[in-house]
């Protein structure tokens, strides 16, 4: 069958992903994977290498683990978790956490 693998499911393309389940992802690899861009930006800054600095702040904005951990954070574990941000929604709904980590996304020119 042409456009399909052996297993049924559509091939997975340059730019594509599987959908988020909110309830299965990995909070320790996530972090993991937001900590280790943080530690090389820290170690190209001590470095003086600048100009590194500023494409891996734009990969870490950009990242998916990024926007979830930030979700994350604010939905789940700061104490204001409750109550309504300045959009008046409080998001206890995992696919309404999902959408708002996908809504995330930088849309204009990062300037660091």
Not at 85 to 92: K, N, R
């Amino acid at each position: 069958m042409a456009g399909r693998c052996e297993t049924g499911e559509q091939p997975v393309h340059d730019g594509q992903r599987q959908p988020i389940d909110w309830d299965t992802v990995d909070w320790n690899q996530v972090k993991l994977g937001v900590r280790r861009m943080q530690r090389r930006i820290y170690q190209q800054t001590r470095a003086g290498i600048f100009k590194e600095v500023v494409e891996t702040e734009k990969l870490l904005v950009k990242s998916l683990s990024a926007r979830l951990l930030a979700v994350h954070q604010v939905t789940e574990i700061n104490s204001g978790r409750y109550t309504p941000g300045i959009d008046g929604v409080t998001y206890h709904d995992s696919a309404k956490k999902v959408a708002l980590a996908e809504r995330l996304k930088q849309r204009d020119k990062y300037k660091p």
